[in-house]
Each structure stands twice: as structure tokens, then as C-alpha cells.
């Protein structure tokens, strides 16, 4: 399956965003979704993830009530809108997809199958 991120920006801190990924080449149903991130320097962390249809979502506990992850599996897409934005939120945003099945709540960027290109995110103070 190929992803393809996008709505990365520039945005004040306390400030609003959505990241949106669009998949094709697959049944997108079929796939687990996640958003990563990585700061410069840093490892690439697990931000959330959402089960194939939705119903189950999890979060790092750095955004937890901050952010929300959704998919609409009619238009092959996975959201994450980030409210309250901080300056260490600023990193490369990734989205990722799993065969679905392989358990709930996978947050290693080794157990996602496919990547999409990242859209960067930058929180000024």
C-alpha cells in the first residue's frame, strides 16, 4: 500500500493542525493505521494508532487529550488533528499501515509494514 501525507505546516503554539494520509494500492480496510514522528535527532516515536475500522484508537501519553486519530474508510484515509500544540511537538510527522489482526496497539515503528513520505511539523514558541 502506498501512503501519502500531507497538511504539515508552521503553526504558533496552542495552535490547531490536521495531518491527513491517503492510501492506495491495497484494500485500506484491511490495515491498522499509526502516526510516528521524529525531532531531529531524536528516534522515531509513536504518536497514535487506530484499529482497521476505527473503533480503537490509542495515543502516547505526551498527547493524549491534545490529539485525535480517525480514519474514513470510504475516502482510504487516516487523520490526526493535534489541538494545543506544543514546541516539542515540532518533528517529521509519518503515517504507517499494518495488516490488521496482528494485535491492537502496536507502537514499534518495526511492526508497521508500509510508510508514507512524512510532512513536517514546526510549533514555534
Known amino acids: 500500500v502506498q501512503l501519502q501525507a500531507c497538511g504539515g505546516g508552521l503553526v504558533q503554539a496552542g495552535g490547531p493542525l490536521k495531518l491527513s494520509c491517503e492510501a492506495s494500492?491495497?484494500?485500506?480496510?484491511?490495515?491498522?493505521m499509526g502516526w510516528f514522528r521524529q525531532a531531529p535527532g531524536m528516534e522515531r516515536e509513536f504518536v497514535a494508532g487506530?484499529?482497521?475500522?476505527?473503533?480503537?484508537?490509542y495515543y502516547v501519553d505526551s498527547v493524549k487529550g491534545r490529539f485525535t486519530i480517525y480514519r474514513d474508510n470510504t475516502k482510504n484515509s487516516v487523520y490526526l488533528k493535534m489541538n494545543s500544540l506544543k514546541p516539542e511537538d515540532t518533528a517529521v510527522y509519518y503515517c504507517?499501515?499494518?495488516?490488521?489482526?496482528?494485535?491492537?496497539?502496536?507502537?514499534?515503528?518495526?511492526?508497521?509494514?508500509?510508510w508514507g513520505q512524512g510532512t513536517e511539523v514546526t510549533v514555534s514558541s
Open positions: 494500492g491495497r484494500t485500506f480496510s484491511n490495515y491498522d
Open positions: 504507517a499501515a499494518v495488516p490488521r489482526g496482528r494485535g491492537v496497539g502496536l507502537s514499534r515503528p518495526g511492526e508497521y509494514q508500509y
Open positions: 487506530v484499529s482497521w475500522d476505527g473503533f480503537s484508537t
